[in-house]
């Protein structure tokens, strides 16, 4: 038994490393990952044309796909035997709120738990200077715990921890998925033939700073943790709904 690493930063990145050093001293670790940058790939699995594996140094494989390729490959294939558990990052920057639609990250742990295997997404707040020691010392510390005891079923955890040295962090907060404010301007520029392009996500993070959210709970440095299921069913428009005619 193993533990099995991804992210959507790709295999180089230092969050990854952080993780799969610190994780060393508790189990197995394997790590399959992607051949380079795949933020915000979402859940996307490849299908239109093969993949390749190279394994870049002892138990660790770089796949030219998406966090997604990654554990199901690792899953269904490069692995002896089904991991313990799977953790996803550390990711260089937040995947808070409605974001987590868009996480790579996140979705290496979904595709976990599709599989059957208890997965765990983690990032790093910021934006430039990234110290992952804090975050890969809570890390190490929610698996340990999770060997342990495991996870409720169908239940992923999206962990974000704030940007502080760990004495700084007031400990954790079990929270729910917050409310993104979208003001992120496009940006407009011409290229040097004179043609107009399009750059998505100019403008800087803003969310609603609602009490019991991952903004929130970040926002008093307090590391969240969000239990996400994969059921998009929205149950409370489901009753509503009973008295559509059609
Ligand atoms: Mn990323």
Not at 67 to 87: H, K, M, Q, S, Y
Not at 97 to 119: K, N
Request: hydrophobic letters at 40%; a negative charge.
């Amino acid at each position: 038994m193993a533990i099995l690493l991804s992210n959507d930063d790709g295999v180089a990145s230092e969050g990854l490393r952080a993780l799969q050093e610190k994780l060393a001293s508790l189990d197995e670790v394997w790590v399959v990952a992607p051949d380079r940058d795949q933020s915000a790939v979402s859940h996307s699995l490849t299908l239109q044309r093969p993949l390749r594996i190279e394994q870049v140094g002892p138990r660790t494989f770089a796949v030219d796909g998406t966090p997604t390729d990654c554990v199901n490959l690792a899953i269904n294939g490069i692995l002896r035997e089904r991991p313990r558990l799977v953790i996803s990052g550390i990711n260089r920057g937040a995947n808070l709120g409605d974001d987590i639609t868009y996480s790579g990250t996140v979705s290496a742990a979904m595709e976990a738990t599709l599989l059957g295997v208890p997965g765990i997404a983690v990032s790093l707040v910021g934006t430039e200077q990234f110290d992952f020691a804090a975050a890969a010392d809570f890390t190490n510390r929610l698996a340990t715990r999770l060997l342990r005891d495991s996870l409720p079923p169908d239940t992923l955890l999206n962990v974000n921890v704030p940007p502080l040295p760990a004495a700084a962090i007031k400990g954790f907060a079990l929270t729910r998925q917050g409310k993104r404010r979208y003001g992120d301007a496009i940006v407009e520029k011409v290229d040097p033939r004179g043609k107009k392009y399009y750059w998505i996500g100019g403008g800087p993070l803003d969310f609603v700073d609602a009490e019991g959210t991952d903004f929130n709970a970040v926002h008093r440095d307090l590391i969240s943790i969000t239990p996400l299921h994969l059921d998009l069913t929205n149950y409370r428009s489901l009753e509503e709904l009973q008295h559509l005619k059609v």
